[in-house]
């Protein structure tokens, strides 16, 4: 069973930045994946970003290109989202998961099978 604990969530203004991290369980994690999704109160879960298994292809969800960056390091299993210019439509609850790939999996939801449980991100204007 593989576990994954986000923390670094909080409370920040516009323009602020954060980093999130997801700390994974087991020894195998850089065969997989890694993504990062959000869902705002009465919303559907959104697409924010995913990475490859080994760290080099990455791709984006349109509403943060040029602002998130993710990444990973393997040795410590962990996954980041640092998160910059943040604006009040960036508060949602952000969530790691894990691909069911090595390769980019891109944004559909079924690609990913373990998810964390969450950290709240509030931007207030």
């Known amino acids: 069973q593989v576990q994954l604990v986000e923390s670094g969530g909080g409370l920040v203004q516009a323009g602020d930045s954060l980093r999130l991290s997801c700390a994974a369980s087991?020894?195998?994690?850089?065969?997989?994946?890694m993504g990062w999704f959000r869902q705002a109160p009465g919303e559907e879960r959104e697409f924010v970003a995913t990475?490859?298994?080994?760290?080099?292809?990455?791709r984006y969800g349109d509403s943060v290109k040029g602002r998130f960056t993710i990444s990973r390091d393997n040795a410590k299993n962990t996954v980041y989202l640092q998160m910059n210019d943040l604006k009040p439509e960036d508060t949602a609850v952000y969530y790691c998961a894990r691909g069911k790939y090595a390769i980019e999996v891109g944004p559909p939801i079924n690609n990913y099978d373990y998810w964390g449980r969450g950290t709240q991100v509030t931007v207030s204007s």
């Open positions: 990475i490859s298994g080994s760290g080099g292809v990455t």
């Open positions: 087991g020894r195998t994690f850089s065969y997989y994946a």
